[in-house]
């Protein structure tokens, strides 16, 4: 065994990240480590490259007990990681990046013709045919991935860590990539590969470890076991537990049927984020938005909002075109967008809750017409008393607020505003479980009010039980749509499985 | 082989010296001398090797708006101690870059230390700097040491009766110096890791907070050295002197091709920046004519031509990643 | 009101000890005489010559509340000096003159802006561009010489008296009057605060941040044009040289130790000019005192670094990261997205 990690636990003040994980790896396999937000993968690569202390547990490497205190510890001893976001520099050459801080020297200056020949002996076997002189930054992604896994190989040699190395590459891209990994596997590294694209661990890996709010679910030869198997495993769910949504939502979805359509969105879409799809929403409606992490939820929202303008497609209501290109032409549209990371796109931390919630109203009426400060005032207090959002006053700066709380606050600042549509991703994400049954239930209310809301959520069975219809996303595709009797969990573990239930398959991800 | 792109903006900077070389030659052929380029190297002395410190400054992603005081502060200094004692100048010298070498170690310090934005804490040392010349003296003090004559009169003639000055070349020098810190040192790959993204640098293993003392040190030494130069060339210490030498420094260095927020550049380019500077005050003094006025717009221009420059380069590389 | 008070109390007992510390020294500090149908006096005599700074803190406020700077101030006010006086002395009159002047404040405004809302350089090498450009401008303007003109109503902007009160003192504190009333009777202040403390989630809430920022600097020159007017008027001339040299500076100082953060975000603008008034203090009290002026300058640097460190909330995280290292912790707080929660 090459790697080997008994009981290992680390917690933070609130929550436990892992609770006595083991994991394995062997010399000449790709082991993929899954798990969705909060299973504890980062925690556990964070305790492996020496980013985090660990509170209990080993960690045997060639069978000596390791405890790296620091990433170039971890370098040292034998472990490399690649992360997504290449961690190189993009405006030093190939060269400085692979060599860099061994620059071979002569006279204690930097040997550059010898740089270049380490560099391009350490890139030989990649096959990769680049210019080393040239600025990192001058290459695709691609490119700095495989010079990113070229310098983590050449420093540490034993174990190679990939975390999410394919998430901005195109297919084919990807297939290099593999090419190398491959290439690196029967050279007989250990490889541990994170990814939340379930084909692609299906494609390269051996076996597969599955974590679970901080525990290890299992451990299983990638062979021996198939798509749904492997999501059910990461969702914790077994499918015939899974209680029925049944037919209140029936009845439910007649009406839904029979309602007006407010908004129609076609072939709304931009290369590398999402393929382009349609969306009908109807008036009180709740659309819910399912995927795994990187599939493509978030990136339809933002298409849909105009944080990130759509290449292709078009919206239009009952009086025609609707224009969404930015977030001011969809808010004076009548959308609403309630970001996922609340701290960089949700919140203002320096202003008061009161200044945060009256924002977006003031933006839409214009600097020169200033809300009345005691409407402001009342306005907060309505909001405050009607979400139950907990802070001394309405005064208080919103980064003081507990994340529940400051969702709360952002939500009041669209409700506000009185969306027609409104969107809302990951609105239960990071708080804590009485607030999630009070935003459920507001969310009801809005509908109620005639309100459309489109929400994304990870938690199936918030979803299913908050949603009228629910869209399941796989690989940046709209891959199915769920009705009436459809909206269960099962069937959105089904569709992002791909289990062919219907003809739905034809978008089937090709990769 | 094509030529690599990280070399544009110091090909554009050696193509626009050697075409307004040309411009000028066109129509005044003398300005194609021996004399006139030592000239050129003896007028700019002072501000090629203050360049150098900026320009590693810069390269980090900082900035030193100290540098024109502390050039001030030398000329002072030394002058005043020469007044005042009997030492050799050299060992005045010694003292003095000491000085500003921990001077420029101490804004390093503070600058990773507390976190602070590099422009307000040298914004500080700039009026620490100017404040400790004028409580030294507020007058000019000249300084008559044949030492100092004798630096002022090594020249080496350059075929065609040129003037190679003792300060033009020690400016060359520094300049070559300066270069293999940044392009041929560890620290100097430090340097310009730091400037590619902090975050970044740490996990390939930088020390951020000792390379960021030794960048402003190296700047306050070099401020110092120019503080020498100056005083050489001028032959007095006056602290209301090189008051702006700073903002004249950070332009040298953008149309040298460095940009201003960090991470690329030439320390090459610099001196081509400082010669292309100089060249326009040249030909308005040669012009006759022309106001002095036209040098500020030209430079303003040629900065603007620069960072647009440089802001193409990075969407066309950001839109090929 | 209450919070108002409190947010500038720092400047205000910063103010009185500077001003008790020189009349210790200089008794007659406080004294205030009326002559001649004008006061005059050590203290009228701060205001008055504490305008250019002042007018400037003004709109460097609003630059740095969205996290910018403007180096440019100093020259923009030669520039629109210039431009004031060579419109004077061609016999435009002062009406028209006093509108060239602050339309090119707004101009060189709206350049500085455009480079940093539309073509997206920093502020700092933005203005740096205009600041070290400007002045060959304004030299452009005057020919290089001093222009100076003669016209009573001009001059009286920078060295006349309406109601025994030197008009440049009301000036500056109508122009800070207006704009904290524009900002705070209005919407604007709260909208360049959002977008100095959080740009991106400023633009999901429907702010338009492109022409907020255009609009700031375009304060800023204004602020700036008006500074350069009374500049030109008190010594009757525009000195393209030495009108409003390092004067930015000064603004950034006053700005700075009026508790604003360079990180943007609060801003109060009645701090910022009492900390135009602290520096002005400064400069004139060590020269009433008998001490040499040379001290002005470190004592500025002192000032720089004391409301850095007091006021920097860098410095408490700065406390924590030593204590932290102290215990050999090395994990950075999980992050917010893929750590458990």
Redesign the interface.
């Known amino acids: 065994m090459l790697l080997s990690i008994r009981s290992l636990s680390k917690a933070?003040p609130?929550?436990?990240?892992l609770d006595a994980v083991d994991f394995d790896l062997e010399a000449g396999e790709v082991h993929a480590l899954l798990g969705e937000?909060?299973a504890?993968?980062?925690?556990l690569i964070?305790c492996l490259t020496?980013?985090?202390?660990r509170d209990a547990g080993e960690i045997w490497l060639d069978g000596a007990q390791i405890s790296p205190?620091?990433t170039s510890q971890a370098q040292d001893l034998g472990i490399g990681t690649v992360y997504q976001e290449v961690n190189l520099l993009p405006n030093l050459t190939v060269a400085q990046n692979l060599t860099f801080g061994r620059e071979p020297r002569r006279f204690g200056m930097i040997d550059g013709r010898a740089q270049t020949r380490m560099a391009e002996e350490m890139l030989r076997g990649y096959g990769l045919e680049i210019d080393v002189s040239r600025d990192l930054g001058f290459y695709s992604v691609a490119v700095q991935q495989v010079v990113a896994i070229a310098r983590a190989v050449a420093l540490s040699g034993k174990v190679l860590i990939l975390d999410e190395p394919t998430a901005s590459l195109d297919a084919a891209e990807v297939r290099m990539l593999f090419d190398v990994v491959r290439g690196l596997r029967d050279k007989g590294l250990g490889i541990v590969f994170v990814s939340h694209f379930l084909d692609q661990v299906f494609e390269i890996c051996d076996r597969l470890t599955v974590l679970r709010n901080?525990r290890k679910i299992t451990t299983e030869r990638v062979a021996e076991l198939n798509r749904l198997q492997l999501i059910e495993h990461m969702l914790g769910r077994e499918l015939e537990d899974v209680t029925e949504h049944g037919a209140a939502k029936g009845s439910g979805d007649d009406q839904a049927q029979s309602r007006a359509e407010i908004l129609h969105f076609e072939k709304i879409g931009r290369p590398g984020l999402v393929e382009p799809f349609d969306l009908s929403v109807r008036e009180g409606e709740v659309i819910g938005l399912a995927g795994l992490l990187g599939s493509g939820r978030t990136e339809s929202a933002e298409l849909l909002?105009g944080?990130r303008s759509p290449a292709t497609g078009s919206a239009r209501d009952a009086e025609g075109a609707v224009a969404h290109g930015t977030?001011?032409e969809a808010?004076r549209s009548g959308f609403g967008?309630a970001?996922?990371?609340?701290?960089?796109?949700?919140?203002?931390?320096?202003?008061s809750v009161r200044?945060n919630i009256i924002?977006?109203l003031?933006?839409?009426?214009?600097?020169?017409?200033?809300?009345p400060r005691a409407e402001q005032n009342r306005l907060a207090q309505k909001y405050i008393d009607r979400l139950d959002i907990r802070t001394s006053d309405a005064e208080k700066a919103i980064g003081d607020l507990s994340?529940g709380n400051q969702q709360k606050v952002v939500l009041a600042?669209w409700l506000a505003m009185n969306p027609r549509f409104l969107i809302l991703d990951e609105p239960t994400?990071?708080i804590d479980v009485g607030a999630h049954a009070e935003i459920l239930r507001l969310i009801r209310e809005l509908t109620e009010a005639g309100m459309s809301v489109l929400v994304i959520s990870s938690e199936f069975d918030e979803l299913v039980a908050a949603s009228d219809r629910i869209i399941v996303l796989r690989d940046r595709r709209h891959v199915r749509e769920l009705t009436g009797s459809e909206v269960a969990a099962d069937e959105i573990v089904r569709a992002i499985a791909g289990r062919p239930a219907e003809p739905a398959t034809t978008m089937e991800a090709t990769r | 082989m094509s030529v690599n792109p990280r070399l544009y903006p110091l090909l554009a900077t050696i193509g626009i010296f050697i075409a307004a070389y040309i411009v000028c030659w066109l129509q005044f052929p003398y300005m194609l001398s021996t004399r006139v380029a030592g000239n050129l190297l003896t007028d700019n002395a002072y501000l090629g090797i203050v360049a150098v410190g900026m320009t590693l400054v810069i390269l980090s992603g900082g900035?030193d708006l100290s540098v024109g005081s502390v050039i001030a502060f030398s000329g002072v200094f030394i002058a005043v101690v020469l007044r005042e004692t009997g030492l050799h100048p050299l060992i005045v010298f010694a003292m003095l870059l000491s000085i500003t070498t921990a001077f420029g170690a101490a804004m390093g310090g503070?600058i990773h230390?507390?976190?602070?934005?590099p422009?307000?804490?040298t914004?500080?040392?700039?009026?620490?700097a100017?404040?400790?010349s004028?409580?030294l003296t507020?007058d000019s003090v000249p300084i008559s040491d044949p030492f100092y004559e004798a630096l002022k009169d090594a020249y080496w003639l350059m075929p065609g009766k040129g003037r190679l000055t003792f300060i033009g070349i020690l400016m060359l020098l520094s300049v070559a110096v300066g270069a293999l810190i940044a392009h041929r040192t560890r620290f100097g790959a430090s340097v310009f890791a730091i400037g590619g993204g902090e975050h970044t640098a740490r996990l390939m293993g930088v020390r951020v907070g000792p390379v960021t003392v030794g960048i402003y040190a190296f700047s306050g030494f070099m401020a110092g050295l120019s503080g020498i130069v100056f005083s050489i060339y001028t032959g007095s210490g006056y602290?209301l002197a090189t008051?702006?030498a700073e903002?004249t420094a950070?332009?040298a260095v953008v149309i040298g091709g460095t940009l201003?927020?960090g991470g690329a550049g030439y320390m090459v380019g610099t001196l081509f920046g400082v010669l292309t500077m100089g060249l326009i005050q040249t030909y308005i003094v040669f012009d006759g004519s022309l106001?002095?006025?036209?040098?500020?717009?030209?430079?303003?221009?040629l900065?603007?031509l620069f960072?647009?420059l440089q802001?193409g380069l990075l969407r066309v590389t950001a839109l090929r990643a | 009101m209450k919070r108002a008070l409190r947010r500038v109390l720092p400047q205000i007992v910063t103010l009185a000890i500077l001003m008790a510390l020189t009349s210790v020294f200089f008794p007659q500090f406080l004294a205030v005489d009326y002559q001649g149908g004008r006061l005059s006096g050590p203290v009228v005599d701060v205001l008055k010559r504490g305008a250019p700074v002042a007018l400037l803190a003004v709109g460097m406020t609003l630059v740095i509340a969205t996290r910018g700077?403007d180096l440019s101030v100093g020259t923009v006010m030669a520039i629109t000096g210039a431009a004031g006086a060579w419109a004077i002395a061609s016999g435009w009159g002062v009406g028209p003159a006093l509108l060239l002047a602050l339309a090119t404040g707004l101009v060189c405004g709206l350049w500085n802006g455009c480079l940093v809302a539309i073509?997206?350089?920093?502020p700092?090498?933005?203005t740096?561009?205009?600041?070290?450009?400007?002045?060959?401008?304004?030299?452009?303007i005057t020919?290089?010489r001093i222009l100076t003109f003669n016209d009573p109503a001009f001059s009286w902007l920078g060295s006349g008296s309406l109601a025994a009160v030197p008009v440049p003192i009301f000036i500056w504190v109508l122009t800070a009057i207006a704009f904290a009333a524009l900002m705070r009777?209005?919407?604007?202040g709260?909208?360049v605060?959002?977008i100095g403390?959080?740009r991106?989630?400023?633009?999901?809430?429907?702010?338009?941040a492109k022409v907020l920022l255009i609009a700031v600097y375009m304060a800023s020159g204004l602020c700036a044009a008006l500074a350069g007017i009374i500049a030109t008027a008190d010594i009757r001339g525009a000195d393209?040289n030495n009108a409003g040299l390092?004067l930015e500076?000064d603004a950034?100082?006053a700005v700075?130790i009026g508790g604003n953060s360079?990180l943007g975000?609060?801003f109060s603008i009645a701090a910022s000019v009492l900390g135009a008034m602290i520096i002005q203090t400064i400069d004139t009290g060590i020269l009433l005192s008998g001490f040499?002026?040379?001290?002005?300058?470190?004592?500025?640097?002192g000032l720089?670094?004391t409301v850095?460190?007091v006021q920097?909330p860098?410095?408490a995280?700065?406390w924590f990261l030593l204590r932290r290292r102290a215990q050999r912790?090395?994990?950075?707080a999980?992050?917010?997205?893929?750590?458990?929660?």
């Open positions: 933070f609130g929550t436990k990240a937000n909060g504890g993968k980062s925690t964070k020496g980013a985090y202390r205190e620091s901080g909002f944080v977030p001011r808010i967008f970001p996922e990371d609340r701290k960089t796109d949700g919140i203002i931390a320096d202003l200044e924002l977006a003031q933006a839409r009426r214009g600097w020169t017409r200033p809300i994340g600042r994400r990071g | 900035i503070i230390g507390l976190a602070m934005p422009f307000i804490v914004l500080a040392g700039m009026f620490l100017r404040g400790a004028y409580m507020i602290p008051v702006g903002l950070i332009a201003l927020t106001s002095s006025w036209w040098a500020k717009i030209v430079i303003g221009v900065l603007l960072i647009l802001r | 700077i073509i997206g350089i920093q700092i090498v933005a740096l561009i205009l600041m070290t450009s400007g002045r060959g401008i304004a030299q452009l020919e290089g009777r209005t919407a604007l709260l909208l605060e959002a403390i959080n991106s989630a400023s633009a999901l809430a429907g702010i338009n393209a390092w500076l950034i100082l700075v360079l975000g609060r040499p002026s040379e001290y002005n300058l470190v004592i500025k640097a720089v670094l850095l460190v920097s860098n410095m995280r700065h912790l090395r994990e950075p999980p992050v917010e997205g893929s750590a458990p929660r």
